[in-house]
């Protein structure tokens, strides 16, 4: 069994950035799919990015070019760099991993197998 938990969540004005840190409870990190999910209030769950066993990320259309997913075999840990922080990224952040190295090409925010318990995210504007 995986255990993952994030961290690093906090209130920021719009126009900031925040560093999430998930570290996972065993050796994971280095070939297996990672990734980072939001909830905001009334919404359903979306994929923001993932990273695949080879090092490849993954991001969703909205958190592209401001949102960076870096992983950290060393610490068993991935991180999510959030710049340019907007109101509309509060929410609950999850980390989650899949089984498996691959993330699923176009599919890699479905089927992650474990997940976090979340750290929440405020931005003000």
């Known amino acids: 069994q995986v255990q993952l938990e994030e961290s690093g969540g906090g209130s920021v004005q719009t126009g900031g950035s925040l560093r999430l840190a998930c570290v996972a409870s065993r050796d994971v990190v280095n070939g297996q799919c990672m990734g980072w999910f939001r909830q905001a209030p009334g919404r359903e769950r979306e994929g923001l990015a993932a990273?695949?066993?080879?090092?490849?990320?993954f991001y969703a259309d909205p958190v592209k070019g401001r949102f960076t997913i870096v992983r950290d075999s060393a610490k068993n840990s991935v991180y999510l760099e959030m710049n340019r922080l907007k109101p509309e990224d509060t929410g609950m952040y999850y980390c989650?991993?899949?089984?498996?190295?691959?993330?699923?090409?176009?599919?890699?925010?479905?089927?992650?197998?474990?997940w976090g318990n979340g750290t929440l995210v405020t931005i003000s504007a």
């Open positions: 990273i695949n066993g080879p090092g490849q990320p």
């Open positions: 989650a991993a899949k089984k498996a190295s691959a993330c699923g090409g176009t599919r890699w925010n479905a089927g992650m197998d474990y």
